[in-house]
């Protein structure tokens, strides 16, 4: 059975028009994997919600952050989310987990192929802080998809971890993914373990990209963000 933590507000900021990242202060008691979730549970709702006080999240920082928890998601009208926007800084939240096998699984140098649509990055980038803080060897590319730069979460940091690292490259495009996109990556780097992360539509349309292009199936690991 997972443990259940209690963690502090330490800061809320904006990273697109549309979405929040939140950070916790890191018990010291927990510990997770880069690409791991947590359930984050409110003490008390400040605005009523059918689904209760609690919702799931991908972690976004590195699990070598020793000081922070840092989760991120899309605004919305939801009561948790609300909640979650206007509790002071030092309230209390409770963290239960970490769980989840959507990690950073590689050989040494086998490459790695992240695609992400929209907050679905939030998983990949913990994989790549924790990569590039590591200096692994495994060449990462990621292919980002959103509707627009405006909506793009931690494109900036991105950029920036990849003129840092001679081991990652960034193919970000702001349209559905299609077979090129697919292709070229498939084409590029034969021997890749691909993970995907995003909504269920995009994570479903990559993968079958990917049989097309004649991936193997067992190199190829998936989380689907659904509605919360």
Known sequence: MSRIHTATILE???????????????????????????????????????????????????????????????????????????????GHVLLEGAHGFFTLRHAPRRPIVFVAGGIGITPQLSMIRFATEEKLAAPITLLYLNRSEKSAVYLDELAVLARRSTHLSIRSTFKAVDMPDVRQAADDFPTAVWHLAGPAGMVDRVRSLLSLSAVDELSVCTEEFVGY
């Open 12 to 90: 809320r900021k904006r990273i697109a028009d549309d979405a929040l990242e939140i950070s916790f202060s890191r018990p010291a008691s927990f510990d997770f994997v880069a690409g791991q979730y947590i359930q984050v549970k409110l003490p008390n709702l400040l605005h009523a919600d059918p689904r209760g006080s609690s919702r799931v999240f991908s972690i976004a920082s590195s699990p070598n952050d020793r000081q922070r928890v840092s989760i991120a998601f899309r605004r919305s009208a939801s009561g948790f989310k609300r909640s979650l926007e206007q509790l002071p800084l030092g």
